[in-house]
Nanobody, 129 residues
Framework: QVPLVESGGGSVQPGGSLRLSCAAS????????MAWFRQAPGKEREGVVQ???????GYADSVRGRFTISRDNAKNALYLQMNTLKPEDTATYYC???????????????????????WGQGTQVTVSS
């Protein structure tokens, strides 16, 4: 298993911003397709955004234009920049990874839970007044 650890969650007001981080120990994240998921209490885990190994991305419609996934390979880290946050963004956010071929081209849509095999423990994001 790939150990993944999320950080950067917190409580913000609507319209605010947060940046989540995902770090790995002992593995190189640039060798994996990566994704962010979220899960609110009583709801299914849903895909937010995913990224292949060459810069391709796929976003959920609900976050497109507000959220941005990025990598810092020098730091072996993954980020999720979240802007213009809404109360409906409140959830536990999870970093996830799956082995993928370098030439694999990610779909334009969000990730699916069943496609990812390695998961972090989650970090809480709360958006409220």
């Amino acid at each position: 298993q790939v150990p993944l650890v999320e950080s950067g969650g917190g409580s913000v007001q609507p319209g605010g911003s947060l940046r989540l981080s995902c770090a790995a120990s002992g593995y190189t994240l640039s060798n994996y397709c990566m994704a962010w998921f979220r899960q609110a209490p009583g709801k299914e885990r849903e895909g937010v955004v995913q990224a292949d190994r060459t810069g391709g991305t796929g976003y959920a419609d609900s976050v497109r234009g507000r959220f941005t996934i990025s990598r810092d390979n020098a730091k072996n880290a993954l980020y999720l920049q979240m802007n213009t946050l809404k109360p409906e963004d409140t959830a536990t956010y999870y970093c996830a990874a799956v082995s993928c071929f370098i030439l694999y081209r990610i779909s334009r849509g969000p990730p699916e839970v069943g496609e990812y095999t390695y998961w972090g423990q989650g970090t809480q994001v709360t958006v409220s007044s």
